[in-house]
């Protein structure tokens, strides 16, 4: 492991609430935004940071959640994070977190898990912002018209220039911080944020440009508008490719079967099943793309039931192998090269049984004939070359 210096930077990101509004079935920092929880994502930012301590206030019977979502996040930075008890209410939670930080720490960030779409440039500049004596936190400007109320009655509009929507990290001088909460216990008195708190000791707050992204997490429909921000981001994923070929002489008795087809009158092709050189191509090439070994292994001479199967016996049980590895096929391109069949006039029917067999995805055949050269020329058999994409689902 690497030695990291002390910082003297720490962040508390507190995650002890119980998420009522959002009703997600689990505390709120469990609630999974993808395949990772709310809190994962909070620290992903966090570590994509620059280096400081990390103290995760978890809600009690949570520690070894947030322990393991801590460390998937930390990666080498390990020895920076820890995960304390939490309290009845966010003021309390925090006070838990101060109390985790190390000597050496001079500067404080208190960051909700909640924000979890939060990029680790905020992070960085609310650290960066931060002085002696002044503390500082992301705002965004508030975009609706404001109007002061009473009842059923509109009594006064706002100037909303003069307001701003305050948002997490927020980041103080440690020692201010520390009085500023002593001084609210002793007062018995309940902020909404870190800075109100600080402020009410009679310290000041700046403040620097928030994120759309740093929206909190409260409820259901701010799920959704974070599950929608990650899965527009992934953007397209690239496509695994396989080839596969396959080689079978003309020889034995009955009518051939290519391409899924029987061709009544054509000289069969010899082979462990109906000798179908295309379908066995295309299996090759879909379990080659996946990198799930080869129709050798999942259909060889060791599987008697594969005996004089067809095409769409073979594909479909290729596309349950693929299905079951969490493989989707995209798209499938084969050409054989061969004398006989005379194959054009039945190319739309071969294909419509291949794609058929593979859950309807796009199955092209082409053939070709080389000049009276090679085995094939010389007519003693197939040779096929088929290309497959898939896309991991
Ligand atoms: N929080 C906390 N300890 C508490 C209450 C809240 O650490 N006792 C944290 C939450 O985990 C969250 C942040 O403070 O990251 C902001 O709180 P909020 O969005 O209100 O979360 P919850 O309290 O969990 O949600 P709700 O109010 O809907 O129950
Ligand atoms: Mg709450």
Redesign the pocket.
């Known amino acids: 492991m690497s030695i990291l210096p002390v910082p003297d930077t720490a962040i508390i990101v ?9 009703a997600g079935g689990a ?3 469990f609630v999974g935004i993808d395949a990772r929880s709310i809190l994962r994502h909070a620290l992903d930012g966090v570590f994509a940071a620059a280096p400081m301590q990390v103290v995760v ?1 978890a809600p009690a019977g949570f520690e070894g959640e947030a322990e393991s979502d801590l460390r998937a996040a930390a990666g080498e930075r390990a020895a920076l994070g820890r995960v304390v008890t ?5 003021q ?2 925090v006070v838990a977190g101060l109390a985790a930080l190390w000597g050496d720490v001079t500067r404080v960030l208190v960051h ?3 924000r979890a779409l939060t990029p680790s440039e905020v992070i960085d500049a609310v650290a960066a912002a931060v002085d002696d004596s002044e503390g500082a936190i992301p705002t965004l400007p508030v975009v609706d018209t404001l109007k002061r109320v009473d009842e059923g009655a509109i009594v006064g509009a706002v100037d909303r220039s003069e307001l701003a929507a305050a948002q997490t990290p927020q980041g103080f001088p440690r020692a201010l911080l520390e009085s500023a909460y002593a001084e609210a216990r002793t007062a018995g008195a309940e902020y909404t944020d870190d800075a109100a708190l600080f402020a009410a000791s009679g310290h000041r707050v700046r403040r620097l440009d928030g994120s759309e992204l740093g929206f ?1 997490i ?1 409820t259901p429909a701010d799920l959704d508008r974070a599950r929608h921000l990650l899965a527009a981001s992934v953007g397209p994923v690239a496509p695994r490719i396989g080839i596969g070929t396959d080689v079978h002489a003309f020889g034995g008795q009955g009518n051939l079967w290519l391409a899924g087809l029987e061709w009544p009158g054509e000289q069969p092709l010899s082979g462990h099943s109906d000798g179908d050189a295309v379908a066995h191509a295309i299996v090759d090439a879909l379990l080659g793309a996946a990198g799930l070994g080869d129709i050798g292994e999942h259909f060889g001479t060791s599987h008697p039931e594969y005996a004089g199967a067809h095409a769409p016996v073979f594909l479909a049980r290729t596309r349950e192998i693929l299905a079951e590895a969490g493989f989707a096929i995209g798209n499938v391109s084969v050409q054989f090269q061969g004398n006989r069949p005379r194959f054009s006039a039945r190319r739309a029917e071969a294909e419509s049984v291949l794609s058929a067999a593979l859950g309807g995805v796009p199955v092209s055949v082409t053939a070709t004939t080389t000049d009276g050269l090679g085995f094939t020329g010389r007519g003693e058999g197939i040779a096929v070359t088929a290309i497959a994409a898939v896309l991991s689902v």
Do not use: F, N
């Open positions: 507190v995650a002890a609430g119980s998420g009522t509004r959002l505390p709120k920092a206030v939490g309290g009845a209410t966010r309390e939670s909700d898990a909640a909190k409260t």
